[in-house]
């Protein structure tokens, strides 16, 4: 089935239910597409998909990628390329079907494998720290998402971007190690920063660290955006 042809409602089929895929899922069902399962292996991640996907079933891969018109791969990086190419291996993946990773670090060249069966291959990762909770859902909104995606079907991964609430920001595939690196050294320099400053204060008998700093790191990390030229929320 070409791109074209598609209705607006895909049925979605969620691999990996950590903090990311179950929340993904729960946007793409709050835009009107029907999610057909989630493959969920430890009790943890069963538990979240249930609060996060109520009543959706808990399937196999090969029964998961059987069912789904778009694939949502929310897995650890160090595992994508391995899955992708035992899915192929086992000829699981189906012609036109839409397979969408979320690895920061990686693009659509890691879909290799799988482009003999005729896949549409999407990498889109939101930058978004996620809690794998509700709260989430939420916080998509005005998120950007970094996009990647062959020309021809790069605008059905940035409508699948706007559908979840976020903005698109197109990647190129050469640039998407030095876009990984840049959000991980956000991520991990905010986290600890704040983790050693709470540290201190409780130290020094400083109840609720967190409060107050809360007022302090919001206010500087807002001037450091307004100064890298990003906008800030009012």
Known sequence: MKPSERSGRL??????????????????????????GVAAISEESRERADAMLPGVPILTIPELVERSELVVLAVPASELPSLIAGLAETSTWQMGQLVLHTAPGFGVDVFGPARPSGIIPLAVHPAMSFTGTSVDVARLAGTYFAVTAPTAVLPIAQALVVEMGGEPVVVAEADRAAYAEAIETA????????????????????????????????????????????????
């Not at 130290?203 to 500087?220: D, K, Q, W, Y």
């Open 11 to 36: 049925g979605v089929g969620i691999i990996g239910a950590g903090r990311v895929g179950p929340v993904l899922g729960a946007a793409l069902a709050g835009a009107g597409h029907a999610i057909v």
């Open 187 to 234: 991520t991990t320099f905010s986290s600890a920063i704040v983790e050693q400053a709470a540290g201190l204060l409780a130290e020094i008998g400083v109840e609720g660290p967190g409060r107050v700093l809360a007022p302090l790191v919001r206010s500087s990390v807002e001037n450091a955006l307004a100064r890298a030229g990003g906008s800030v929320p009012g």
